[in-house]
């Protein structure tokens, strides 16, 4: 593209203004500058002179989170006037993200999924300011073109304009400055409509996002913008799940917990994970994939902690044995596959059914599990899931206090309904035998346990693990950004949802613990449709 002469860029029709602007080295994908002229091509650049915004009662405010089946997402307006989103809330993430209109148009996003339009939609829209040479400039006449960003998530990655507008989730609106990313273009693997993120992460220093980002000092703008509630003056919130396909809840300003675990994690919400202990329904014989926690450890109820992340067997550098990231955007609890093999026959040998059929065909108790498992619907609605043993979650914050989370079987069994495949012999070229899966068109029940394999290490922390939904049905998740450092508390109260107060209006019926059942009787997994939605991390930062 032809750069203009200095000083007359305001002086230029629109075209050869925005032909000024954007820079092919600066947009990090072929075909965003074409699509950036069309979308400006009939309107102007900067928009109206701006109104000033404040945060609507920002001690407290409640919101429902809509129930997707893998994940929940909640309504997000972005401009005046307001253009409305569902987007994912998710905790392990920091930015507010839409698809714009250009995204839409070049059918690089779903054209089905609403997308947003700032020049001459939105009187508060701006592109965002960046510094050159010490001095804020308008994007208009930043002399490397229109700010972009590319953000890798697990799922994939994203190319974004960096914009300025007015953010508004339930009754609490915000200005964010250089705090609206335009996905402009994407490559992700995500089941589903996805409409954008707002991101709920862990606040940081400029410092450390100008490390991360490895941004110049010219882009310090782009990359030390605050998340949304940071810009709100909202201190804490907190999010859980309702089962059922019912509503979740996010709510802003909640009391301060009396028990805080600070976090160990910089770059993400992140505790000091010390491994699961395995609590038998039915006594278990000892084994090596497990410690014994007390001599009585062969009794019904002994609590018997699996070998992993052991915070008395630290690795030269490491502050802790392993790391926990609860994140409300992964369906499932993620950890490495040789802890995930360790788990898997510790729950078969507490569990009478799969022992007994491991010994009988002389095989790994997490083959076992997995099968039947995978066969549930010929047995589960007689037996439930009464006879598994339920799991200790060991967690510590940075000041070593410590807490306990316990995930009932329902709560880390998973149940979904899947089409039925018959396996074929058939024979290549008349040499060669082989297996072919052929679909039956019938639909059956096969459940799973709600856990899946990652890898993401780090120097400090050890293996990283994701604790996901299991943990929003079971427990309110406090985060407080006004604590130092920022901290994460688990309340074991109800879910409910949002009165107008913002308090729960109602609850369901609740264990000892709080937690949300299906129904009387024997305990059933929960449901979920649709693929698991996986982390959103880049695993190549740290904790």
Known sequence: LRALPSGTLNNQPCEASMAAMFSTSYLRASGIVLLALLAFAHGRLLAPARQSFLAVDPGQSCTSLKNEGTHFTISLAVGTPPQLFNVVADTGSDSVIVPSCLCNDAGRCDSNSSCFR?????????????????????????????????????????????????????????????????????????????????????????????????ASPQEEALVSSKGFLQTAGIPRFSMCFN??????????????????????????????????????????????????????????????????????????????ACGAIPDSGTTLMMGPAEHLVSLFGLICESWPKC??????????????????????????EKEGLDDLPTLNFHLAGSEGKEQTLTLSPNAYIMEMIQEEVKYVKKSLAGVFDFMSEQPTGKMVKVCGPAFGKQVYNTKKNGPVWILGTPIFYEYQVVYDMEATPPAISFSDQACGDCSEAGQPAKTALVTSHGHTQRRAGAALPRQISGPPRVPNFDTSLPL
């Open 118 to 214: 700032g020049i001459n939609h939105s009187s508060t829209f701006m592109l965002a300011n960046v510094v050159e040479a010490g001095v804020v400039v308008p994007a208009a006449n930043f002399s490397r073109g229109v700010p972009s960003v590319v953000i890798t998530f697990g799922s994939g990655s994203i190319q974004a304009m960096v914009a300025s507008d007015v953010v508004q989730v339930g009754s609490v609106t915000s200005e964010m400055p250089n705090g609206v990313l335009l996905m402009v273009d994407q490559a992700l693997n995500f089941g589903g409509k996805f409409e954008g993120i707002l991101g709920l992460g862990i606040p940081r220093s400029a410092d450390l996002e100008m490390q991360l980002t490895k």
């Open 355 to 380: 022992k007994a059929a491991a010994a009988e065909q002389a095989v790994p108790g997490v083959k076992v599990i997995q099968d039947l498992l995978m066969d549930c619907e010929s047995w589960m």
């Open 243 to 320: 089962g059922g396909g019912e509503d979740g809840v996010l709510r802003m300003g909640p009391e301060k917990p009396s028990l805080q675990l600070g976090s160990v994690g910089q770059v993400h919400w992140g505790l000091d994970f010390r491994g699961i202990s395995v609590v038998a329904a039915k006594a278990p014989a000892a084994s090596a994939s497990f410690l014994a926690t007390s001599p009585e450890a062969a009794g019904a109820g002994a609590e018997l902690r699996a070998n992993f992340c052991d915070p008395t067997k630290l690795e030269p550098g490491q502050e802790t």
